[in-house]
């Protein structure tokens, strides 16, 4: 006896009922909710019609969902940030928040690592209170036809060499790789710290699983986070990258951008410019200048 076909889905059926569920949002008072909740409703029903999920795997991302959020705390782990990294969104939500003249510092992802009010430096203070190659980052900030920015403050985050932000790895004091450094009346900043390594996004939460059950890896190339901001300037949040690392083409969360790949020369030491920040030894050297665009 030959098995029955399996029925093929009902279109009209399945159009109407998305018609309907559309509808149902068409008296939001709020138009843009209207439009958010109109445009989720038919993007959600035509991946559930592209992929016929059975009935197990509609619990399965249900129950994905459920640990995503009951990762999350109030202070360090935002699994939902994780997500939306890694799946390209944060990137797509900076893009189109973040559209910049020609010539203006490009942005990039935030990240969960970021902590407010953290230590006011001098220039060339090293941030560095754990092991690491000393790295010496210099630069100035300016305007798109090239004045300089006095007073811009820079608030700075990297890993620790162990792949740990302070504030996540309770070995490390408080403010350790973190700081604010202000520009001098040339635009000047210089930041004294260890080189950034490459270091896994968490992943022992759900996250991690779908990158595992996926077959993606979970490292960030090596950087230093920035957050730059000047009075009468628009605030950039981004990174730099080192030149060379082995991620910079595969980064978990797609934050990378040409443009925020920065060199770092290996000096001897005893040089004149290590000399001016008290750096004795060998030290690695990287320049970069911050283009700021006008606006609030
Ligand atoms: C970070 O670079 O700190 C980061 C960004 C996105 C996800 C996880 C970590
Ligand atoms: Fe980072």
Not at 167 to 192: C, K, M, S, V
Request: aromatic share 8%.
């Amino acid at each position: 006896m030959s098995e029955s076909p399996v029925a093929s889905l009902p279109h009209a059926e399945a159009d109407r009922l998305t018609a309907q569920v559309v509808d149902s949002f068409g008296q939001a008072p709020d138009p843009r909710l209207r439009q958010m909740m109109q445009a989720l409703v038919r993007h959600l029903h035509a991946f559930v019609r592209e992929t016929e999920p059975t009935e197990a795997e509609w619990m399965q991302a249900i129950r994905f969902l459920t640990r995503t959020g009951q990762m999350c705390d109030d202070v360090v782990r935002q699994e939902f940030i994780l997500l939306s990294d890694t799946l390209g969104v944060s990137m797509l939500v900076d893009a189109i928040n973040h559209r910049k003249p020609q010539g203006a510092t490009e942005t990039t992802v935030l990240g969960p690592f970021y902590m407010a009010g953290m230590p006011e430096r001098a220039p060339g203070e090293d941030m560095a209170h754990t092991p690491g190659e000393c790295a010496l980052v210099h630069g100035h900030a300016r305007t798109l036809d090239g004045r300089p920015v006095a007073g811009a403050v820079l608030d700075i985050w990297q890993t620790a060499a162990n792949g740990m932000y302070s504030g996540q790895d309770p070995a490390q004091p408080h403010g350790n790789l973190r700081g604010r450094y202000r520009t001098d009346a040339e635009g000047y900043f210089a930041i004294r710290t260890i080189l950034p390594v490459s270091y896994p996004i968490p992943s022992d939460g759900p996250v991690g699983q779908m990158m595992a059950a996926t077959g993606r890896h979970v490292y960030r190339p090596a950087h230093l986070h920035f957050m730059v901001d000047a009075p009468g300037f628009r605030t950039v949040v981004t990174h730099l990258f080192n030149a060379g690392d082995a991620y910079l083409a595969s980064d978990a969360v797609f934050g990378v951008k040409p443009s925020l790949v920065i060199d770092y020369v290996r000096r001897e030491g005893g040089d004149p410019l290590g000399r001016r920040f008290g750096i004795e030894g060998p030290y690695h050297e990287a320049r970069y200048d911050f283009v700021l665009a006008e606006g609030a």
